[in-house]
């Protein structure tokens, strides 16, 4: 069985341009969650759908960041434009289920280098 | 506001010792505790989950402790092994399927 896909697995750009993640969970999995890990540090939220509701977006930066899950499968994470800061490992995830109790299986994760 | 403490320096631990890692918090009343094995350039791996009213849970080699009043939870790999060697991840999870992650501690176990 497949586990949570994303591509690309590394991302160099300049800043002030266009960056796009795809995260593809695992089948079946209801819940997914995007990450940011930042060197030395543990993941930490950025935005969590139940199906395709965006039921947790809290911690997102919505002036540069957006994401989409439009059929409540897979996800695509967004930032216009990038900036130095924002150079870190993007991290997706799904679980099965909702509330307490959620495992989540964790992607490779997608390093963006921002020069 | 929330804060989430793991060991602040690295482990190291000879082959075959017991090697403890902590997670300790503030501000936080978490309905469960979860830890996670992260290798260098790949996602967490889920280990172990222990809800708020259990004290020890167990899995082969690991055990996880969860102290409440102590606000602590304590993570220990017995017989280890080089293998063993990774950061941990300790996560409080809240309500509606929310986890918080510490910051990870780096073990290294050596031959």
């Known amino acids: 069985e497949a586990g949570v896909v994303q591509s690309p697995r590394y991302k160099i750009i300049e800043k002030k341009q266009p960056v796009a993640f795809w995260c593809n969970p695992i089948?079946?999995?209801?819940?997914l969650y995007w990450y940011l890990q930042n060197l030395g540090q543990g993941p930490e939220l950025l935005i969590r759908y139940e199906n395709e509701e965006a039921v947790d977006d809290s911690q997102l930066p919505k002036d540069r960041f957006s994401a989409e899950r439009l059929k409540g499968v897979d996800s695509t994470l967004k930032i216009q434009p990038a900036e130095l800061g924002d150079s870190a490992v993007y991290l997706c995830?799904?679980?099965f289920g909702q509330g307490e109790l959620n495992e989540q299986f964790f992607g490779p994760g997608t390093r963006l280098t921002v020069l | 506001s929330q804060k989430i403490e793991q060991n602040s320096e690295a482990l190291n631990i000879q082959e075959g010792k017991t090697a403890t890692l902590t997670c300790n918090y503030t501000n936080y009343s978490p309905a469960y505790l979860q830890w996670y094995r992260q290798d260098p350039g790949r996602g967490p791996v889920f280990l172990l989950l222990?809800?708020?009213?259990?004290k020890e849970k167990r899995k082969e080699r690991l055990k996880v402790t969860f102290d409440t009043t102590l606000k602590q939870s304590l993570f220990h790999i017995t017989a280890s092994q080089p293998a063993d060697s990774a950061t941990y991840l300790c996560?409080?999870?809240?309500?509606?399927?929310?986890?918080?992650f510490g910051d990870g501690t780096t073990l290294t176990v050596k031959p």
């Open positions: 222990i809800r708020e009213n259990e």
């Open positions: 089948s079946g999995h209801n819940t």
């Open positions: 995830a799904s679980s």
């Open positions: 996560a409080l999870g809240g309500g509606a399927g929310k986890s918080t």
